[in-house]
């Protein structure tokens, strides 16, 4: 049994947590008693909470498709009636316990129960007090735009069926993502709030609490493309049109405000869609389909002449998904994003020559892009940025800036429009192409080249270095970050980048104290050792006997100050926090030890000349001499040693104060020469801290 | 907002609720919930009294309080604050509680410039990470310096660095009660409620704790003993500079020292203050920030920005006064002086501490006592104070009178038996020993600070309540004038 290592490794909650494990395999339906009952059990539990959600997970992962859903409804009922921690800890591996769950039922009705089940997770606990969902938003919310996606190429393949692949075994689509890998999702759907919510385009989310339910199913309906409507024909010539006057016009706007995102994401998609339509001109609804997007996109312009209401933010976002998108099988296991990007770092095709078969053409001019150094994760891409930013203004007829501004303003929006705006212009192309047949076969190759470009592009994020040191990376977000001379010109103009660089490009916000982390796995993994710790505090804080009888520290003194490396403990691994203290302990002279040379109890420290006894120590098993320490090829007291190094020392830092106090005249003649002699005595005194307060005065 | 004038800090007598929100009809006892929609890059400026509870809670979007960010549903108490949570996006809060005044704002241009000030320094930083940026910021009383320190170095963290932050202003302590210099350096993020955050205590904590450094200054202005402040000023920038020696990422991120008022004022001919120019070299300040006005921004380019000799340029920096900020009156700050000593001993909601009490005769304690300020008007007062205790116990007359008659220049204490007038006063315990010279004891860094809660005079006994269970030694405790006693610790 899987679940047998997890809870090997906490001893004491290896019976509760079995326990609970074979109630949870005689789990077969929907039991109402049984699952009170395992309900119960992990109320009374809740101190082997990590065990008992480790067991359950597993269960719902390992169990027959049929039973997955009695287990689900043990999960929610647990995070519903018990809540925290189980909330926490089956938080965390929601996205995977739950897509797994979905990806392998293909009961319509289990799915409607599951899509049901989902959606109490975003509202508060019925009759509760507590106004917040049962999962944070940041849980629940990539789930759902994950389904929202599988459900519209769900759709999209039963539109076009002829195009089914030859891959005909999997009767039911696997929701993406979902093979092998759990990596959640980036999080555009909250960058898409966001965005909106700073330019202020939609008062309505500011009226409500819009914003943590971003994708509402409003979205859901309209991710839903209107297949089943007939439609009069339209002019593909006048659509074209159409697209040509929104480029024209969006590049205005771009001209105007450079950094705005949502303009920039506009602009891409718009263009995407320019050169998918051009490549092959769409017919019926799918020309329908590319007639509303346009139409969406133009509607959230404001207009030329005249301003109209403002559409709904989210659902200009959501506008690129429904349009004709069909993904072979070669590239499942990938994430959208590769294509996306392909489309969006391609050079603009010029109007007059429309590439003749897209993927193809997507193909040739990735590797011409790739060849011609453009790849953003070099490092001459990154000191180019603000050169590129610059640039940009210029030459705005030109994709290539803007693609290159993109992560000049916000890699992570650059990311998150790669994600976002769907990866239609490549994989609508086969659509009732002549091509069909080896376009399946062509498609692998960008797939797995893009790859690499997404990597790449992830790279522009900062390192995942010095994961789980005590220090913090001193260099974070550098690749962002706007040069700003020192001078007083420079103080006024409002700089958004900067806010971006303190809120979006941490989307990963704790929902405890709102410290954000990176959207990288190194920020995951540090947020998962920050809610761990809060989790652990909170049990330590809430734990009746630790809760009396605490009291301040006293403050610690100069050199243990100086020595001292500040460092986050909620986001450092128990490891190295040990390997922090350990290594400040062995710094400790009196810690120190020599083992004994055979034969030799007795010896005399070369430093101070006095006798030194060897003692035995249990730990050991040997014979040694106590806070000794090897001193120029004999045996001495660690503390002599420690003070002879601590001397040589300070005459270097002495001078450095002898020069930094040099302004300094008054009341100088009154310390001693050398100024940091107290320093030197701290340790000696560190004795007189045990000495208890009744300490006759001499 | 619609009338926003209507509770501007000064009118604010009466608790008055927005009168947009059309809550002035709720019953008065009865706690007053309301939402608020600030607009991107606007404010929530209130002003909360001390006993009554003020929460806010962020229902939607993003704000933040000083540089530290709100979490999202979290509830926090900010009674006895004077604060804006500002937004940067837009956010939409829950106010629950009644403010002394409380209005939107949405001139905040100084949000801009504190927050290009922050990336100026981020500039700083990468362009020499071997030498962060120093800086120094001056400027009167109630011109918003610590805010600022508070918001770049949130900000600062937020971006990942490890900034240190010193305070050199006795009257409010950080981390610390009033009467201390402190220095910190920040390694983990800061807290909305108290600001910096807590000092180690030895349970569990709702926030990673920080670890100051403090000094022990028993007077309310640096200009009551130049002398003795700064050589605590020269033994800050000792550690606080060998501390970033030790430490590269500490160093890059750099200093923000965080000066009194006082210092910020310049005299009839635009001089300034010499012991500004003490801390800037001490320090080796490289960017100073102005707050004050014009004429001391121009005083300070004019010693400063060109280089003269030897010496490198310093940029001097003028930033405008956030329109937010309110005069702190007397009586706000003493509540808040008297609210940090209680926390420092009973901690605060989240982590309550538990201090202890050690009774302890007259024999057993070597308390030094800071002689009072220069300026003579002060001394009457405190020289009454002194005269009676030297006639209540005559033993003690020898080292006060040698202590007294060396001079009152060089002299900064004086041994002093433990008198009722003690009562209600902070004593600092110093690091150094009980018979350690006079500059050892000044220079000492604070192990920590006893409440003196009763003086038993005819049992010649003295009971402390000190945070620590533990003893402390055979310690110098310095007792000085200021802050002045809060009698409320103990009933």
């Keep these: ?630 001193y120029n090829g004999k045996i001495a007291h660690a503390t002599c040693v420690e003070e002879i190094k601590k001397s040589s020392l300070q005459s270097a830092s002495g001078a450095m104060a002898a020069a930094l106090s040099g302004a300094y005249a008054g009341g100088r003649r009154q310390r001693s020469e050398t100024p940091d002699s107290a320093l030197g005595k701290r340790k000696a005194e560190g004795a007189l801290a045990g000495a208890g307060a009744r300490i006759k005065m001499g | 907002m619609a009338l926003p004038g209507l509770s501007l800090p000064g009118l604010g007598l009466q608790p008055a609720s927005t009168p947009a929100q059309g809550n002035s009809f709720a019953p008065p006892i009865e706690q007053v919930t309301r939402t608020e929609n600030l607009p991107a890059r606007s404010e929530w400026r209130f002003e909360t009294s001390f006993g009554s509870p003020y929460n806010l809670r962020l229902l939607g979007g993003h704000a933040e309080l000083f540089g530290v960010e709100l979490a999202t549903n979290q509830p926090y108490d900010l009674s006895g604050v004077q604060g804006a949570i500002f937004t940067w996006q837009g956010c939409q809060l829950e106010i629950t509680g009644e403010a002394e005044s409380e209005y939107a704002a949405e001139e905040t241009e100084y949000a801009t410039e504190w927050l290009n000030l922050h990336g100026m320094l981020e500039t700083l930083r990468s362009e020499r990470p071997s030498d962060g940026p120093r800086m120094l910021v001056v400027g009167s009383d109630n011109t918003g310096k610590s805010s600022l320190i508070r918001s770049v170095a949130a900000w600062g963290v937020k971006a990942g660095r490890t900034p240190t932050v010193v305070n050199l202003d006795p009257r409010q302590g950080l981390l610390a009660p009033p009467s201390s210099l402190s220095a910190v350096t920040l390694g983990s993020q800061m807290e909305v409620e108290t600001g910096f955050g807590i000092a180690p205590t030895s349970g569990p904590t709702s926030m990673p704790v920080k670890t100051p450094l403090i000094y022990h200054y028993p007077y309310a202005s640096p200009t009551d003993r130049p002398d003795v402040y700064k050589a605590l000023a020269t033994r800050l920038a000792l550690s606080t500079t060998s501390k970033l020696e030790e430490d590269v990422t500490a160093k890059q991120s750099g200093l923000m020292v965080d000066t009194p008022g006082s210092l910020g004022l310049t005299d009839g001919k635009g001089n300034i203050s010499e012991i500004l120019h003490h801390l800037i070299s001490e320090f080796s300040i490289n960017v100073i920030v102005s707050l004050g006005p014009e004429r001391l921004t121009n005083s300070l380019s004019k010693r400063y920005s060109t280089a003269k000799g030897h010496e490198e340029a310093i940029p001097v920096l003028r930033i405008a006064k956030p329109g937010g900020v309110a005069e702190r009156g007397e009586p706000h700050m003493k509540q808040l002086r008297s609210r940090q000593i209680k926390q420092y001993f009973f901690g605060s909601a989240n982590e309550s501490l538990n201090p202890h009490s050690h009774s302890i005769p007259f024999d057993n304690v070597v308390i030094y006592g800071a002689k009072p300020l220069a300026s003579a008007t002060e001394t009457s007062s405190y020289g009454a104070a002194e005269e009676e205790e030297d006639d209540y116990d005559p033993y003690t007359d020898n080292p006060t009178t040698t202590a007294s008659g060396s001079g009152t220049s060089n002299a900064f204490f004086e041994k002093v038996t433990p008198s009722v007038a003690m009562t209600a006063s902070l004593i600092a315990i110093k690091f150094c020993p009980a018979n350690s010279d006079e500059s050892t004891i000044r220079d000492s860094a604070v192990m920590g600070f006893l409440y003196v809660a009763d003086v038993d005079e005819g049992r010649k006994k003295v009971r402390f309540l000190a945070p620590h269970p533990q003893g402390w030694g055979n310690r110098a405790l310095v007792w000085g004038g200021w802050p002045e006693a809060v009698v409320d610790l103990v009933t």
């Design chain 1, 1 to 630: 049994m899987a679940a047998r290592s997890p809870r090997g490794s906490l001893s004491g909650a290896s019976d509760i947590a079995s326990d609970f494990e074979d109630s949870l395999k005689d789990l077969q339906r929907n039991d109402r008693f049984a699952i009170e009952n395992l309900t119960n059990i992990a109320r009374e539990s809740t101190e082997h909470a990590q065990a008992i959600s480790r067991v359950l997970e597993n269960h719902i992962k390992a169990t027959a498709p049929t039973r997955k859903l009695p287990a689900l409804y043990v999960l929610d009922s647990i995070v519903k009636n018990v809540g925290t921690p189980y909330t926490v800890y089956l938080g965390r591996g929601l996205y995977s316990t739950f897509m797994e769950s979905y990806g392998s039922n293909n009961d319509p009705t289990t799915r409607r129960a599951m899509d049901n089940l989902l959606k109490t997770w975003k509202e508060p606990v019925p009759g509760s007090m507590d106004h917040r969902p049962v999962f944070p938003p940041d849980v629940v919310r990539p789930i759902e735009s994950a389904l929202i996606r599988w459900k519209t190429g769900m759709l999209q393949k039963q539109n076009q069926p002829q195009l089914q692949p030859q891959g005909g075994y999997r009767s039911t689509a696997t929701p993406p993502q979902y093979n092998g890998q759990y990596a959640v999702p980036p999080v555009p759907v909250q960058q898409n709030a966001y965005n909106a919510f700073g330019s202020q385009q939609t008062p309505q989310q500011l009226a409500g609490h819009a914003v943590y339910h971003t994708p509402t199913p409003m979205q859901q309906h309209y991710a839903a493309p209107p297949t089943s409507v007939l439609h009069a024909p339209i002019d593909v010539q006048v659509v074209k049109a159409d697209i040509s006057s929104l480029i024209s016009r969006l590049q205005t706007q771009f001209a105007a405000a450079p950094y705005d995102t949502q303009v920039q994401t506009k602009l891409s998609q718009i263009l995407d869609l320019q050169r998918a339509v051009d490549a092959k001109p769409p017919f019926g609804d799918s020309l329908r389909q590319v007639r509303d997007i346009v139409a969406a996109l133009a509607a959230g312009l404001p207009p030329l002449p005249a301003p109209t209401p403002q559409p709904h933010a989210p659902v200009q976002w959501q506008a690129p998904t429904p349009t004709p998108q069909w993904q072979p099988p070669a590239s499942f296991p990938l994430p959208y994003q590769p294509q996306t990007a392909a489309s969006y770092m391609q050079p603009p095709p010029a109007q007059s020559q429309p590439l003749p078969i897209l993927t193809p053409g997507a193909l040739s001019s990735l590797q011409a892009l790739l060849a011609n150094g453009q790849k953003p994760s070099t490092p001459q891409m990154r000191t180019a940025v603000p050169a590129l930013s610059s640039a940009s203004h210029t030459q705005l007829n030109n994709v290539q800036n803007n693609v290159a501004a993109a992560p000049t303003a916000n890699t992570a929006d650059l990311l998150a429009a790669l994600a976002k705006s769907g990866m239609f212009p490549i994989m609508s192309a086969p659509n009732a192409t002549p091509s069909v047949p080896f376009s399946a076969s062509v498609a692998a190759p960008p797939a797995s080249s893009t790859a690499s470009l997404l990597q790449s592009l992830q790279s522009i994020l900062p390192p995942a270095s010095q994961n789980g040191t005590p220090t913090m990376i001193p260099a974070q977000l550098v690749a962002s970050k706007p040069r700003i001379p020192f001078s007083a010109a420079a103080l006024k103009q409002f700089r958004p980048e900067l806010v971006r660089s303190l809120y979006d490009e941490q989307p990963n916000q704790c929902s405890n104290c709102g410290r954000r982390f990176l959207a990288n796995d190194e920020g995951r993994a540090k947020k998962a050792r920050h809610l761990d710790w809060h989790f652990r505090t909170n049990q330590r804080m809430a734990d009746p006997n630790t809760g009396r009888g605490q009291h301040r520290s006293w403050f610690v003194d100069e050199m243990e100050w100086i020595r001292l490396t500040e460092f986050d403990p909620s986001t450092t691994t128990a490891d190295a926090a040990i390997a922090a203290t350990t290594a400040k302990k062995q710094k400790g002279p009196q810690d120190q030890y020599v083992r004994a040379p055979a034969g030799v109890t007795r010896n005399t420290c070369s430093i101070c000349q006095e006798e030194m006894r060897s003692s035995y120590s249990e730990e050991l098993q040997d014979w040694v001499f106590m806070n000794a320490a090897m």
